[in-house]
């Protein structure tokens, strides 16, 4: 049962570069999240899929993109990284009804 | 735009006492889902319990169970008999009925103490 696997789970980058972080999920959800972590705001949505190669934009969009050609995969890209974008990422998926999500591990990403 | 408020960041109960943490939401919804998420140390993120508001009976699930006020959108999780295993960020969640989006609120800090 391996769920949703995030990698890395922490990755430490420079301000100005380009960083993907990688989301696999095995039980074929139709719906896939990113989230960032940060303290005082608990959970945002960054981008949120419906299905292979349906994506929207969530609250907080800017400066990540994101593409899922597999409904399995759903990365996460920071074009040109900034500071600000230092947090704890989470991607979930969700089969569509009215249960909760299913997280991955998260990764804490780190920009200097 | 429906929002999530936890109005105490930081909460500490004895061990086998009872803890109850407040979370408020905002929506003009009438059909939606209301959820608790634990966050131990190790960064998971754990589903505690889920409430459908169209139901009148409150949520139970082992220790924790929740008192859901539908009229004041009211939404909080009461612990019995605290163990040092629920140590973690709570964070309440709400999700529009017809939605998958889900909104979190800024997270409760709760420490068992022994």
């Known amino acids: 049962d391996a769920g949703i696997t995030q990698s890395p789970r922490y990755k430490i980058t420079e301000t100005g570069r380009q960083v993907t972080l990688m989301c696999h999920q095995t039980?074929?959800?139709?719906?896939m999240f990113w989230y960032r972590q940060d303290l005082g705001h608990g959970l945002r949505l960054i981008y949120y899929s419906a299905a292979a190669d349906i994506t929207d934009k969530g609250e907080v969009p800017d400066g990540y993109v994101v593409s899922r050609s597999k409904t399995e995969n759903f990365p996460l890209t920071l074009e040109s990284a900034t500071r600000s974008q230092t947090s704890v990422y989470f991607c979930?998926?969700?089969?569509?009804?009215?249960?909760?999500?299913?997280f991955g591990s998260g990764t804490r990403l780190t920009v200097v | 735009a429906q929002t999530v408020t936890q109005s105490q960041p930081e909460m500490s109960v004895q061990e086998a006492e009872t803890v109850t943490l407040s979370c408020t939401y905002d929506t003009s919804e009438n059909n939606y889902y209301l959820f608790w998420y634990k966050q131990p140390p190790s960064r998971q993120m754990i589903l505690v319990i889920r409430q459908e508001a169209y139901k009148q009976q409150n949520a139970t699930e082992n220790r924790f169970s929740v008192n859901f006020q539908k009229a004041a959108k009211s939404f909080s999780l009461k612990i019995s008999d605290s163990q040092l295993g629920d140590t973690a960020m709570y964070f309440c969640a709400f999700r529009s009925y017809y939605g998958q989006n889900f909104v979190f609120g800024p997270g409760t800090r709760l420490s068992v103490l022994p």
């Open positions: 979930a998926s969700n089969k569509g009804d009215g249960y909760g999500y299913t």
């Open positions: 039980w074929s959800h139709s719906y």
